[in-house]
T-cell receptor, first 115, second 116 residues
């Protein structure tokens, strides 16, 4: 158990809908990262938040948005869903300024299926 | 362009045998090289993290090597077990003075299957 929690575990929804994925980082971690992993694909970095502020942006679509709240949990919002958005969405957290030594800790992921 | 390439794409070996997975990276400015193990449908778990000055690091039956000159890394698994069946992901990390945090570049992984 990495200490990072994600909800829900599974999500099935229809095209055009909007969903929200939730992540709680490890206690003490200030950075939260979101990744997308499609079937047989590598992890694609979406976005990073540090202490409530957006820190880095990766290949995140305009239909997607995220935020980090004062209690440091984060939400990833996916809207106007398409079939191609079906994937595993991982959240990871790290200790700010110490991440390169201890690495990132990943949550169990949310499996999104768009039908 | 920052890239991480892994080989082979997939590998099947008999239980008890050793194997070596390869990773070539072009990540600049280089900060560290990581190996993760990812079981199917689960989040990646960190195996090793190596900085520029480290050329080998072990974690149980896993031993990672790093050659900063050739920009190559390998992950050697000794006496494989059925539970080693997973994807192994190599990650190159860069950090520049302009970046407050590191940027990770993920390889697509090597899918390892251990058969009894």
């Amino acid at each position: 158990d990495s200490g990072v929690t994600q909800t829900p575990k599974h999500l099935i929804t229809a095209t055009g809908q909007r969903v929200t994925l939730r992540c709680s980082p490890r206690s003490g971690d200030l950075s939260v990262y979101w990744y997308q992993q499609s079937l047989d694909q590598g992890l694609q970095f979406l976005i990073q938040y540090y202490n409530g502020e957006e820190r880095a942006k990766g290949n995140i679509l305009e239909r997607f948005s995220a935020q980090q709240f004062p209690d440091l949990h984060s939400e990833l919002n996916l809207s106007s869903l398409e079939l191609g958005d079906s994937a595993l969405y991982f959240c990871a957290s790290s200790v700010a300024g110490d991440g390169h030594l201890r690495g990132q800790y990943f949550g169990p992921g949310t499996r999104l299926t768009v039908t | 362009k920052n890239q991480v390439e892994q080989s082979p794409q997939s590998l099947i070996i008999l239980e008890g045998k050793n194997c070596t997975l390869q990773c070539n990276y072009t990540v600049s400015p280089f900060s560290n090289l990581r190996w993760y193990k990812q079981d199917t449908g689960r989040g990646p778990v960190s195996l090793t993290i190596m900085t520029f000055s480290e050329n080998t690091k072990s974690n149980g039956r896993y031993t990672a090597t790093l050659d900063a000159d050739t920009k190559q890394s390998s992950l050697h698994i000794t006496a494989s077990q059925l539970s080693d069946s997973a994807s192994y992901i190599c990650v190159g990390t860069l950090k520049s003075p302009q970046l407050l945090h590191e940027k990770l570049t993920f390889g697509t992984g090597t899918r390892l299957t251990i058969i009894p």
